[in-house]
């Protein structure tokens, strides 16, 4: 189903109840480039067995609605821009997709802009390698809820994971085991309402990029570094 509507610019309503993707293994890029859809009813479709879903809703930017209540799937690698400048969606129902073998996460909400809450418990991430710009320009987000289960610990780049999350306040790292990440510049970028951080479990031994890393959180008050030893970093302004 790789590409099945995308580029469909002038597609407005489509008609997806009997759609149910049980034996689908590829969904990428299936609603690509669909700017004026604004409702997407994918209530019977469970991609149980697709492997690639990336940019499957990318730059659906009129889409307000979108219904996903059983998107279950447990053998998808890459989500990458998945949800990419969804920019008019203020809700997705990701509470059964656990994604244990999921490799790229990266641009999965980048321009999510109407966003304010986004519930990833059942988010298993253990196999994760790339977590770049995942929330990046999510200016409305306010709240992201994560499990035990969001394990970071084979992840080797974060860049720009926040970045221009205007809107949140705070971030809960405590879940978080950093233990291969290289790459962490712009991680924070443009953060203006970030008041703290307790990045305690943070480990920087591999660490390379640090550049600009909390540039632009005029409002943040304290960070809690850990006490690691960062040997590998090549580039540490933290601030521009």
Avoid: W
């Avoid at 970045?163 to 306040?169: I, P, Q, T």
């Amino acid at each position: 189903m790789s590409y099945m509507f995308s580029n469909c610019t002038s597609l407005k309503e489509l008609n997806t109840s009997k759609i149910k993707g049980n034996n689908v293994n590829n969904s990428a890029f299936m609603f690509n480039n669909c700017t004026k859809i604004t409702s997407l009813d994918l209530s019977n479709f469970s991609p149980k067995k697709a492997v690639n879903m990336s940019s499957m809703f990318r730059n659906c930017e009129s889409l307000t609605d979108l219904k996903v209540s059983i998107f279950e799937n447990n053998k998808a690698k890459d989500l990458s821009h998945m949800f990419e400048n969804c920019k008019n969606l203020k809700d997705i129902n990701l509470t059964k997709f656990d994604s244990p073998s999921v490799h790229d996460f990266s641009y999965m909400f980048t321009g999510c802009e109407q966003i304010t809450n986004l519930d990833l418990q059942s988010f298993i991430t253990q196999e994760a390698k790339n977590m770049n710009n995942m929330f990046d320009g999510c200016i409305n987000l306010q709240n992201i809820k994560y499990s035990s289960k969001f394990d970071t610990n084979s992840v080797e780049s974060m860049s720009e994971m926040f970045k221009n999350c205007k809107s949140l306040s705070n971030l809960d790292f405590s879940s978080f085991a950093i233990m291969t990440v290289q790459n962490m510049s712009r991680m924070f970028y443009g953060c203006e309402n970030l008041t703290s951080l307790n990045m305690d479990n943070f480990k920087l031994e591999k660490v390379k990029d640090i550049t600009s890393m909390f540039e632009g959180c005029e409002k943040v008050q304290n960070i809690h570094f850990p006490d690691s030893k960062t040997k590998n970093l090549q580039n540490f302004t933290l601030i521009q």
